[in-house]
Structures are given as C-alpha cells and as structure tokens.
C-alpha cells in the first residue's frame, strides 16, 4: 500500500514533517484503511520536552497536522470515489486551524501512532479528529479544518 504523502507530485514533496522530497524532515507515511489514517513515528531525542523523557508539545502538534492534511487528501479523494494513487494530481490541503489537546505526557523513545478520522467534507473544506498514542496511552488529541489548494497553486 503506497502512503498518502507518495501520492503528492514533487511540487508538493517538500514539507518538513511529511514531504518525501526533504531528507531532512520526518518522513512521515501516512495510510487510509477502513475509514481511519494512520501514521507511525519514533521521534529521536533531539525532540526533548522541558521535562525529561518527554516529548516536546511543538513535535507532537506537527505530527498532528502533517498527519491531518494528509488525512484531509484521502479522506477528500474518497469521497470522490477515486484513490489517492489513481490522481495524477491528487488532492492537496493546508492547515486552515490546529487544535491540540495534550492529555498525558509523551514519552520519548517509544514509536508513536497518529490516527485521523473523518469529522466532515463540505466544499474544499474537511475536518478531521486525531489522535496520537504511545503504548495505548492517549496522550494528545486534536481537530484540524483543512483547506484544499486550488487547482494550479
């Protein structure tokens, strides 16, 4: 199964969190299965919280929203009734608003599990709840209102 940011055209491969074309950034992969997004991500140490062993509260909010756009782009093209691989060019959102909840501290050196689901799609407008867990453990949720690029930006 080929992940949703390996859908997008070089153009927009170039995020930080998720882009396939930076080296440098995150790798993010995210995938649709049955209704829900998913992504895994074991975050280094150099993402230290002000407490020790944790997870700073700016990566978990960044994992949330690469997953959410992500997650707005399957969940659109589903809708459509067309996956992401059969685009050409496929859906692309940016974040219109993040909201972030931490609920339990994040602890570091554990892979951590991002969940999108689809709240509503109205126009190019589709929000999505997440979460982010490690060892089962909810440890921040969110709601993100992404915003779909129109054609040719």
Do not use: W
């Not at 950034?25 to 002000?50: D, V």
């Not at 909810?138 to 930006?153: F, K, P, Q």
């Amino acid at each position: 199964m080929k992940a949703i940011q390996d859908c997008y055209p070089p153009k927009y491969a170039h995020c930080y969190g998720c882009g396939h074309g930076n080296p440098a950034g995150y790798q993010l992969k995210s995938y649709l299965q049955e209704g829900i997004t998913q992504a895994r991500f074991t975050p280094g140490m150099q993402y230290s919280g002000g407490v020790p062993g944790h997870v700073y509260g700016g990566m978990i909010a960044s994992l949330l929203d690469c997953h959410g756009t992500a997650s707005a782009a399957a969940f659109a093209s589903h809708e459509r009734g067309v996956a992401m691989e059969e685009q050409i060019e496929p859906p692309r959102f940016v974040t219109a608003s993040l909201k972030v909840d931490f609920k339990n501290p994040t602890p570091q050196g554990v892979e951590l599990l991002v969940r999108g689901e689809l709240i509503s799609v109205e126009g190019r407008k589709v929000r999505v709840a997440l979460s982010l867990h490690a060892n089962d453990v909810v440890c921040a949720t969110g709601e993100m209102l992404a915003i779909e690029l129109r054609a040719g930006a």
